[in-house]
Nanobody
Framework: VQLQASGGGLVQAGGSLRLSCAAS????????VGWFRQAPGKEREFVTA????????YYVDSVKGRFTISRDDAKNTVYLQMNSLKPEDTAVYYC???????????????????WGKGTLVTVSS
């Protein structure tokens, strides 16, 4: 499975962006999809994930109520709608896929089946 994240850019604090993660080369619906981010000088961290059916999602506390993950398997794409952005959301955002659903353990996962290249989100104050 090949993944390509897009939609990043420069936005002012309080603004919104929608990231996309487009998949090819596999059966997308077989995978749960996660978004991760890595800020300058920091380790990569988990942000959110969505189950294979799209019925279940999980968010890290810092983005709850501001970010929404969704998927459109007909388009082999997962979206990350980011609202009320803060300067601390500045990071390179990556999408990744993994068979199975791990609930709250997503934040502890380090090995994913496939990773995409990231897209840079910069939030100015």
């Amino acid at each position: 499975v090949q993944l390509q994240a897009s939609g990043g850019g420069l936005v002012q604090a309080g603004g919104s962006l929608r990231l996309s993660c487009a998949a090819s080369g596999g059966t997308f619906s077989n995978y749960a999809v996660g978004w991760f981010r890595q800020a300058p000088g920091k380790e990569r961290e988990f942000v959110t994930a969505i189950s294979m059916t799209g019925a279940t999602t999980y968010y890290v506390d810092s983005v709850k109520g501001r970010f929404t993950i969704s998927r459109d398997d007909a388009k082999n794409t997962v979206y990350l709608q980011m609202n009320s952005l803060k300067p601390e959301d500045t990071a390179v955002y990556y999408c990744a896929v993994k068979r199975g659903w791990y609930g709250s353990k997503w934040s502890q996962l380090t090995r994913m089946d496939y990773w995409g290249k990231g897209t840079l989100v910069t939030v100015s104050s």
